[in-house]
């Protein structure tokens, strides 16, 4: 019986040994899945990485702008290879660095720095800033309309430069509308579109 | 050889792979096993919690905010409460989508050149996303 025991161990114990051996196709899976978790997390970081800074210009150096995002004050460098463009009235005209000023809406696309947050910008496009407006009509003077946000915020737009007849637009009436600022010493904004959601 | 020995012999061996199998296997699967119940566990969860969390009550999985794009469209998705009316609203185009049973919904948005800005609404929740379309000469 003794004999049986140790032959039993024996064995047991050259085939854990060679175990290994069996299990060797299981390692470039392991390796595998790592890889796979890697470029995972590297396309996510790229991902959700920021590419774009929108903002007003707070000021302008000699080859580099400072703008005022919602994420605070960035620098935005240009270069040899940076392309500027206005649009105004649905249409992109080229321009150049020196043509923005302190107080222009801008779009720089660009590379960022993760360390500092400066951006190396490929392109520019100097754009009036829109604002999206989208609630329930409060009230109506004129062509003036009070809107209360989804956010509990009141906006007053002016709708009269519209194309189309804001007429029919009533209180209670759930909307959206893109607008702009016309005026930096008024609280009312211009409107450029409208659409009525309740209709 | 005499019987005694041939019948250890056979018996080492059967007892010696069937430990060293198992163990391969158990090694190479159980992990396996283990994350498949992990999600078992969590998809019935994430059905049912969103009216519960209000976090969850919209989302935006589609554009990134602050992304740009060479396309003159955009896909808008995320998830909300299934069947609701969401309302996507962006500088030259707008979208009225239903969610699905499950919540999804999903728009084609047109963008113009530069900054857009797309108002995703639901349940009085808006969420915005900034897009710039890049300009190709």
Do not use: C, W
């Not at chain 1, 796979?36 to 790229?46: E, F, G, P, V, Y």
């Not at chain 2, 009216?51 to 589609?62: D, H, K």
């Amino acid at each position: 019986m003794k004999k049986l025991i140790k032959v039993i161990i024996f064995i047991t114990v050259i085939a854990f040994i060679t175990r290994p051996a069996l299990a060797v196709d299981a390692t470039p899976s392991g390796n595998s899945d790592i890889l796979d978790q890697l470029a995972s997390k590297a396309a996510q970081l790229t991902q959700g990485f920021r590419r774009v800074y929108t903002g007003e210009i707070k000021s302008v150096g000699t080859t580099s702008y400072t703008v005022t995002t919602n994420s605070g004050d960035k620098l935005v460098t240009t270069n040899d290879a940076t392309s500027f463009f206005r649009y105004r009235a649905n249409k992109h005209t080229e321009i150049n660095f020196s043509a923005l000023k302190n107080g222009d809406d801008l779009a720089a696309i660009g590379t960022i720095d993760p360390q500092t947050g400066e951006m190396t910008a490929k392109q520019i496009i100097a754009k009036v800033h829109r604002y999206n407006i989208v609630g329930l009509v409060q009230s109506r003077t004129d062509m003036v309309f009070t809107i209360k946000e989804t956010s509990g915020k009141i906006s007053k737009v002016d709708l009269s430069g519209l194309t189309t007849n804001p007429a029919s637009i009533k209180n209670g009436d759930f909307i959206g509308v893109i607008a702009y600022v016309s005026d930096p010493n008024s609280d009312t904004l211009t409107s450029l579109r409208v659409v009525d959601f309740t209709k | 050889m005499d019987k005694e020995k041939i019948i250890t012999v056979v018996i080492g061996l059967a007892v010696g792979v069937t430990a060293a199998g198992g163990y391969f296997l158990a090694t190479k699967y159980l992990p396996d096993l283990a994350s498949k119940q992990k999600i078992i566990n969590v998809t019935p969860a994430q059905q049912v919690l969103p009216a519960a969390s209000p976090s969850a009550a919209l989302t935006v999985t589609n554009p990134d905010d602050y992304s740009s794009t060479t396309n003159d469209s955009v896909t808008v998705a995320g998830q909300t409460a299934p069947g609701a009316k969401v309302i996507i609203f962006a500088n030259i185009d707008d979208r009225v989508a239903s969610a699905d049973a499950q919540g999804n919904f999903s728009a084609d948005i047109k963008l113009e050149e530069g900054e857009n800005i797309i108002s995703v609404t639901t349940n009085n929740t808006t969420v915005n996303r900034d897009v710039t379309l890049e300009i190709i000469p």
